[in-house]
């Protein structure tokens, strides 16, 4: 087996700097190549812990003596000949890793994945053809919320080479046409500062394919941005929405304020008797000003562009189903550029997480 010396000369070109890497609650210092991004760093420094856990975090160091150990075992099995091939099978292991052309392995119950080659055509090949497949599946998503998908599979691939790669599949996201509405200001939206400090809802109207309108009473959390429940009925009053919020709330507890925009449901009586009961407080949006409720209606836009306008509903019992899983995967699956591009649901059990570890304020971007 011979190697000729493609990447070890490349390699030798690398700037390395000392940087600091925030790791649970505290900074790591580490040595890494510049133009290393910090997910990047992070991720191969999860395997070089799992590989020789100690206090030194020199990557070179770790990837080196990593690339020696393969090394010399090859050669005990005879897989390499000499001394002189082992040294050069070593250094052109360790400088494909540096030139970001190899991605660390992947924890498994099975131990760890494959390293994967991107400088392999028949890799490249798989990751485009897995971009096409959630591309099918997920319409409605664009290169980078499909990048934050398969950050788990290719956690070396960044943004840029899923975008071309997007672009070669001639896949494109269609813009939908707005429309125009006339300026008008806008007031300020305060933002929650804990789970269940506030529950934005709203309705979205659609139809059956035999013209039957449906009503969707839909509710969110505005810190966590998870969809408390979508409600899906041919009309909703407002004694219907308390049961559904009672309902809710049983799981969750009651929430400390409520936003609202003036609709009938949201003004009745059985509303307001709830939120008084409850010493909840309504908060109500100015007649004409939907922004005022914008957590909400960013939801409603999501909904409908990726749910309401992907299906044909033939009855109520099927929107109910489709809706309902559209909702699980939201929560559970789907990426949330406000949460760290990580699910909403993953983004409320690590606040829950590091709530209970510590009182530092949360940050989310320790939590990725």
């Known amino acids: 087996m011979r190697f000729k010396a493609r990447f070890a000369p490349l390699a030798a070109t690398l700037a390395f700097e000392p940087r600091e890497i925030e790791r649970g609650r505290a900074l790591t210092p580490v040595t890494a190549p510049a133009g290393w991004t910090d997910v990047r760093v992070e991720a191969w420094l999860d395997w070089a812990e799992s590989q020789a856990p100690s206090s030194s975090h020199a990557l070179d160091d770790a990837i080196h003596g990593w690339a020696a150990r393969l090394a010399s075992d090859g050669r005990e099995s005879g897989a390499l000949a000499t001394a002189a091939e082992a040294e050069r099978f070593a250094a052109e292991l360790a400088a494909s890793v540096l030139l970001g052309l190899a991605a660390p392995a992947l924890p498994t119950t099975n131990g760890f994945l494959p390293l994967i080659d991107l400088s392999e055509p028949d890799a ?13 599946v997920r319409r409605r998503f664009g290169y980078r919320r499909l990048h934050d998908l398969l950050r788990p599979e290719y956690p070396a691939v960044n943004h840029k080479k899923i975008y071309r790669l997007y672009r070669e599949a001639n896949l494109a996201v269609r813009r939908r046409k707005k429309v125009r509405r006339p300026p008008s200001e806008r007031q300020p939206l305060s933002s929650a500062t804990a789970p269940n400090a506030v529950w934005s809802m709203d309705f979205v109207s659609d139809a059956l394919a035999n013209g039957r309108r449906l009503k ?8 966590t941005h998870e969809c408390v429940d979508i409600t899906v009925d041919h009309g909703i009053s407002g004694a219907y929405v308390v049961r559904v919020l009672d309902q809710a709330a049983r799981f969750r507890g009651y929430p400390r304020a409520v936003r609202t925009d003036n609709g009938p449901e949201f003004t009745s009586r059985a509303f307001i008797a709830w939120t008084q009961q409850h010493a909840i407080q309504h908060l109500l949006i100015e007649p004409g000003r939907p922004m005022q409720n914008g957590y909400i209606e960013s939801f409603n836009g999501k909904f409908r562009d990726e749910c309401l306008n992907e299906h044909w509903f033939t009855s109520l019992i099927q929107a109910r189903d489709v809706i309902s899983e559209w909702r699980r995967d939201y929560n559970q699956v789907r990426p949330h550029s406000s949460c760290g591009r990580i699910p909403p649901a993953q983004f ?19 939590c990725q």
């Open 216 to 223: 969707c009473l839909t509710v969110a959390d505005d810190f």
């Open 124 to 136: 490249t090949q798989a990751l485009s053809a897995r971009i096409v497949e959630l591309a099918q």
């Open 348 to 366: 409320a059990a690590n606040h829950r997480s590091q709530k209970q570890q510590t009182e530092v304020p949360f940050n989310p971007g320790l």
